[in-house]
């Protein structure tokens, strides 16, 4: 897939314990890269208030397609869109690249449910969210 089928980019600096026995940075870090991209994007541009916020997103499924070795200390551009909104739901599109290459070193997708911060029920997605959503808004890959 290439950077023009994501909306949204963010730098996330790779850290030394990142790396793995084997050298490159650990599967289990990609999801982290995930999560980083997508909520710094809903707290700076959707007003997802992770402290007080009435509504909260969790993970309900996540899945990730390795392509290529990301090292220590390299940067990972995280790509973001958005691929479908639903009632409570959202699935996020994500592709990781290392700073300045065009082909991807990872992709995968995201689905978060939002839900009351109390009850931990599914809830509308707030309005202002939703429209914030649809801004990354593209349609998923066949």
Known sequence: MARA?????QRIPTRWMDNDIYGHVNNVVYYS???TVINSWLIANAGLDIHQGE???LCVES??????????????????RV???SRSS???GVGLFIEGQATL?????FVH???GRAARASTPIAAHMRAALHTLLVEAPK
């Open 55 to 57: 509504q909260i997103g």
């Open 33 to 35: 890269y995930f999560d």
């Open 83 to 85: 691929e479908k909104v």
């Open 105 to 109: 070193a990872a992709e995968g997708w």
């Open 113 to 115: 449910v939002f839900v």
């Open 5 to 9: 089928a994501y909306r949204y980019f």
């Open 90 to 92: 959202v699935r996020y």
């Open 63 to 80: 899945h990730c397609r390795f392509l290529a070795p990301i090292v220590f200390p390299e940067i990972v551009e995280a790509g973001l």
